[in-house]
């Protein structure tokens, strides 16, 4: 299963990007030591995993410490084993996904597109509330990630783009 991994970092001289390598990861502690070593004197350091235009996966760290996860969708961890270690242990289903907004369709699109629907049994998990802080609370998160014809890039480009560091994870993407 291929993936995106983009670790964004932010010290006092504001925001960078890095990519970040997650092959032969054999835990959630290695793929921490990952992201620590984009920027081992960051504040804040949040990876976002991008997998087959289906789950993403929202990892941070504040101040290389207290490592928290949001899972897009529990049925990452049943795909594959980058999955199984990002999001297996996550046993905390993420509630509210019922009381989010009828999605829009796409800007530009009609509702015959070619973007994928929404998955309904999606079953998002983990720390809902990982950017609540940073001005995406939790439901704002939930309802990107149930958006109809949202892709997991997607996701991230609007989230990066609420937090400002959104050219520098485009960068990345067209290198």
Request: aromatic residues 4%; contains cysteine.
């Amino acid at each position: 299963m291929s993936y995106f991994a983009a670790a964004v970092v932010r010290d006092d001289g504001g925001w960078t990007a890095a990519e970040v390598n997650l092959r032969g990861v054999t835990d959630i502690d290695e793929v921490a030591d990952r992201l620590r070593d984009v920027d081992q004197d960051a504040d804040l350091s949040l990876l976002f995993v991008e997998a087959e235009d289906t789950y993403l996966v929202i990892l941070r760290l504040d101040e290389g410490e207290d490592l928290r996860i949001f899972g897009s969708d529990s049925a990452y961890a049943e795909e594959s084993r980058l999955g199984a270690l990002l999001v297996g242990d996550l046993k905390t289903s993420v509630t509210g996904l019922d009381d989010v907004e009828e999605p829009r369709p796409a800007a530009g699109g009609d509702e015959e597109s070619e973007q994928p629907a929404v998955d309904p049994e999606a079953d998002p998990v983990g720390d809902a509330d990982i950017l609540a802080d940073l001005g995406i609370p939790a439901q704002k998160l939930l309802d990107l990630c149930a958006q109809e014809g949202m892709l997991p890039a997607d996701v991230t480009a609007e989230v990066c783009l609420m937090l400002g560091c959104a050219d520098e994870v485009e960068e990345l993407r067209e290198v």
